[in-house]
């Protein structure tokens, strides 16, 4: 081998190599994830469908790379159980729920819980969502939080794609700074790709208290950067956030993120 082709042969494998490591990033990272919203009336519909949730809760965290499960404190309907899932890819997702239906365990309790007249809830939603670039991987919090803590969800609906894209940019710029330095810490930012009210950029939020919660976005929204940032947002962009819906859940106590 002459030194032009053993140079040629070691930038090759510098590029593989490269290759390598970016897929291998990209197959350890969290780029989709799951809302399932389980709807039912007052009664023991909700502590059924819980007690199901939590008994199978090992198996979901061990065939999800994200698992979270949460109870309305306000939400459009009061009986909304959430629970959140992610996966790197669609074909992770399927695979996932492949092996929950071939576990004998998972499907005995299924059954169990359809079992009869009353089912454990009347309806259920899921919407589809892409993490964005600047979103962080949930992490759950060691030590364990002595209290559940409560999450924010807040989806911000934008009129056109080219308004998200603003929406993200503002985000990936200064937003996420102020963001964190008033106290507001987002565990996920993502894109639904299937679901109402698209397009839109869905992001969660965790406080220790409601109390928090209120002084965190009291300090953002009177923060002279944001106030700046703002004005520039709507003179180059317009509106790019036409309306908003907010809900808030609390992570129920066997949910692993807390």
């Known amino acids: 081998m002459n030194r032009r082709s053993f140079v040629q042969s070691v930038a090759g494998a ?25 709807y039912y009336r007052q009664g023991d519909q909700g502590t059924r469908l819980q007690q199901f949730l939590s008994s199978q809760a090992p198996l979901w965290t061990k065939h999800s790379r994200a698992f979270g499960v949460f109870t309305a404190v306000m939400a ?25 239906d071939a576990d004998q365990g998972y499907q005995k309790a299924r059954q169990e819980l359809d079992r009869g007249n009353a089912p454990a809830f009347d309806s259920h939603q899921r919407v589809l969502m892409r993490a964005t ?3 962080p991987e949930i992490v759950p919090l060691a030590p364990k939080p002595q209290r559940p803590r409560y999450f924010e ?15 993200h940019e503002r985000f990936a710029g200064p937003e996420i700074k102020i963001f964190h330095r008033s106290g507001i810490h987002p565990i996920l930012y993502a894109d639904t790709i299937a679901g109402p009210d698209m397009d839109n950029l869905t992001y969660i939020i965790p406080f220790a208290s409601l109390g928090d919660r209120e002084k965190a976005w009291d300090t953002f929204g009177s923060d002279p950067e944001w106030l700046k940032v703002r004005e520039e947002s709507i003179a180059k962009g317009g509106q790019i956030v036409d309306y908003q819906n907010l809900s808030i859940w609390r992570a129920l106590p066997f949910s692993p993120i807390q």
């Open 76 to 100: 459009p309907h009061a009986q909304t159980t959430l629970v959140l899932s992610g996966f790197s890819s669609f074909e992770e997702m399927t695979a996932s729920e492949s092996r929950l």
């Open 133 to 135: 670039d600047f979103s």
């Open 14 to 38: 510098g590029v593989l190599s490269q290759t390598a490591v970016a897929q291998a990033a990209a197959a350890s990272s969290t780029r989709l994830y799951c809302l399932d919203y389980f």
């Open 153 to 167: 969800l807040r989806v911000y609906h934008s009129p056109t794609a080219r308004q998200l894209r603003l929406v």
